[in-house]
């Protein structure tokens, strides 16, 4: 049921991503909802839904990009496979592991983004880059990881009551 | 099956086929699926946007009524004054005409054929590129490295087309490097953009008289872009003792997070100049 119900919340928030995000920038960089919004869903679901949705998520945010289809993928993988080994090891996901999940997620990913849109031939000023996008980008992130979650943690609860752990 | 036994060789085979796509978008294979993907993408995130802007607009109006009244006297005063100015500019504007009639000679801006297109995106989802798209594709004679512009300047160039849809790599973007000129000492430049949405112009000569306020434009050297396009001011000016040039901070007139309409130059074509390079090299 998660694969399918990516496609419309994703789609949500690829939507918001493209409209209401640029209002609320802080210096270039602002909340990466796709990225949470996978981040959310792939803590409590099954590693195959987690990397389904890092695919779907990352390329509606590619197409709407100058960047190349799959840019944004590569981060979403690590930290879905990152965030999947730990589930798999603590009982329940706290504060705190939520926390460092998106700021070490946030980092991975937006690195990741950066390294592939330099190979692709786009300049990017690194030192500036870090404190101008992905600083902000990662406070944004941080402060709405936990509305994100709950509302995301209700759907899941609501659509899928058999939880799977094949891979765990 | 085999591979989804461990969760290495899971995650191995996933990022290897985000690797394929990567490298498949890159050299241009995906092209015509991502065109296809993308138009639906286009037409829900346009409307979306056109939504949010007068949601915003409306929101700005009610808690603005007063700057915006006496914004409005402010224009009033300036307008009034500004007549007198006009009245002269056009006695110039008259003896411009005489004296281009007399050398035979036309600037190319006249002659520019141009297409409207309204923003559909004002902002790459990826933050660190500075992009637009714009409803005008193929089907509207739209092709890369057209110039788009408004009548303030310079907005970009055209760099991925569609059937319905462009994107635009804005000036600002610190890919976007354009050949510049100052337009009162006519000396050249590289204008190229910054990740803070700002633009400097590099390389300009040591002895170079660049003053503040001074408008850049485009040079039309390299012959990829039309000359004499407005690209923004110069608001500061630098020069190191060990550099042999020069730098100055532009600032467009452009309020590049806000464009709703552009014009796209689909008349000027572009010079190939890479066939001289080919004929030195062999």
Redesign the interface.
Known sequence: MGNFLAIPIL?IA??????????VRL????P?L?FLATLAWSINAR??EG?VW??IG?????????????????GM??VV?GV??IGSQVYRIGFLLLGGSVLVGTIVKQLS??F??TL??????WL??LG??LLP?LIYNLALIWPVYWILRGIQRRFSSNRSFS?R | MPWRRTRLSFLFFSLFMCSCMIILSIIGTLAPAESVLAAPLNVMVGFADDTSRNLSALADDLSEIQSLRERNRELEAAWASAQAELVELREYRADYNRLSELLNYDAPARNQVTVAADVIQSYDPSAVLRTITINRGTRDGISEGMAVVTDQGMVGRIIDVTALASRVLLVTDPSSSISGRLQESREPGNVVGLLTGGLRMRDIPLDAEVSEGELVVTSGLGGNLPPDLEIGIVTSRRQFEFEITQEAEIRSLIDFDNLEIVLIITNFEPIDLTSFDDEEES
Not at chain 1, 14 to 20: G, M
């Open positions: 789609l690829v939507i918001l991503q493209a409209t209401v995000v640029p209002q210096l270039g960089g602002g990466d796709i590693l195959e990397v890092s695919f990352g390329i509606f945010q590619d197409l709407l990009s100058a960047a190349p289809t799959g840019t944004s993928v590569f993988l690590i496979f999947s080994g983004m950066y592939v849109l692709a031939g786009f300049s990017i000023d500036v880059t101008y996008v980008t891979m």
